[in-house]
Every structure is written in C-alpha cells, then in structure tokens.
T-cell receptor, first 112, second 112 residues
C-alpha cells in the first residue's frame, strides 16, 4: 500500500470548514484513498473513501487531485465533536481483505 | 447488533501473566481483524480472519500471541507471559466484502 504524508496537527474554529490535506504521491491506479478518524479512547471510525472522483457523504467531502497524488478531506462545518486524529490511508480495492496501514495522522483540534 | 464489541475495556495484569481478550464482530461480517495501538501512534495490523480461517499474520504477532475465531463468529486474542512492552490498546474490527471496516472501542492493556 502507498505511503501517505499528513501534517501532524491542525486547528480549526468551530463552525468553519476544516480542510485536511494528504499527500500520496506513489499511489497506483487501482488504489483507493480512505479516511478514518479516531476520537480519544475510541476505535477508528470510517469517514469516506474514493478512487478518482470527488466524493461526498453526510460526514465529509473528499477532493482528489486529477493526478491522484494528493487529496483533501473537508468537514464543512466543524464542531467540537470533530476533534480527533484523522488518518488518510491508501489501499487496494475495497474487496480486498488486506490490512489498513495507518500512519500517525493529523490531530485536528476544533476550538470554540 | 449495534457494532463491534470488545471485552474487557481495560485490563491490568502483572508481567508474566497470560491475558485473553474477546471480540464480537457485527454478525453478518465475515472478516475480522486485530490491531494494536500504542500511545501517539496509529493502529498496527496484527492478524486477519475470513470466517474461521486465519489468513494473514503480522511479524508483530510473536509466538506469545495467538488468535482464534473458532466458529467464524467471535474471536479471542491471547497473550502469554505478558511483558511491559505489550501495554497497548488492542483493537478489533470487522468487515463484509465491499464495505469499510467497523472498529470496536478496544481493550486497553496495562502490564505492571
């Protein structure tokens, strides 16, 4: 699975959009981009995933660059409950039973 | 069925003792994973089952560690002769083909 690079920490004001970047310059054509988050003392929680096109669900939006070498997770209206570590992971297709390889992620702190 | 359940949530044990953790996955999920997470790090893959078959093991899973999923439902992770370096959060996750992982809240092990 391709390696990802994320900033170690970010701050965001409550109610504003949080934009979390991820670099995955060695991603291959059939690798998906996944985002998970982990709130303190809980297990990681799936947020969203995508291959080439931008994706949106009730939690977030995922913007993938045309060359697929980077992506941005957008939380459109961050709340205090969004404070968590956010992990960007790339892996082969979702039917694979293979492991998720977590990096150190980005600690997002949403401030009142 | 509300999610992946792990028991116990916390375990304190003396060095050299054996411990066993249990994971109950989401009932219709045929894949089950164990991860370990130390402070400040992302989760690290330990092992993976599809139904009752253990299909992949990490090199992190030393011979003191054993995992089972006897009937393809719940799973147990046993650590024999615990060491202080085994202190960590042990996370279980399950998945069904075409869906993302669902993680449990983990078992926090402290070896004293």
């Amino acid at each position: 699975d391709a390696k990802t690079t994320q900033p170690p920490s970010m701050d965001c004001a409550e109610g504003r959009a949080a934009n979390l970047p991820c670099n995955h310059s060695t991603i291959s054509g059939n690798e998906y981009v996944y985002w998970y988050r982990q709130i303190h003392s809980q297990g990681p929680q799936y947020i969203i995933h995508g291959l080439k096109n931008n994706e949106t669900n009730e939690m977030a939006s995922l913007i993938i660059t045309e060359d697929r070498k980077s992506s941005t997770l957008i939380l459109p209206h961050a709340t205090l409950r969004d404070t968590a570590v956010y992990y960007c992971i790339v892996r082969f297709d979702i039917t694979s039973g293979s492991r998720l390889t977590f990096g150190e992620g980005t600690q997002l702190t949403v401030n009142p | 069925d509300t999610g992946v359940s792990q028991d116990p949530r916390h375990k304190i044990t003396k060095r050299g003792q054996n411990v066993t953790f249990r994971c109950d996955p989401i009932s219709e999920h045929n894949r089950l994973y164990w991860y370990r997470q130390t402070l400040g790090q992302g989760p690290e893959f330990l092992t993976y089952f599809q139904n009752e078959a253990q299909l992949e093991k990490s090199r992190l899973l030393s011979d003191r560690f054993s995992a089972e999923r006897p009937k393809g439902s719940f799973s147990t992770l046993e650590i024999q002769r615990t060491e202080q370096g085994d202190s960590a959060m042990y996370l279980c996750a399950s998945s069904q083909i075409n869906y993302g992982y669902t993680f449990g809240s983990g078992t926090r092990l402290t070896v004293v």
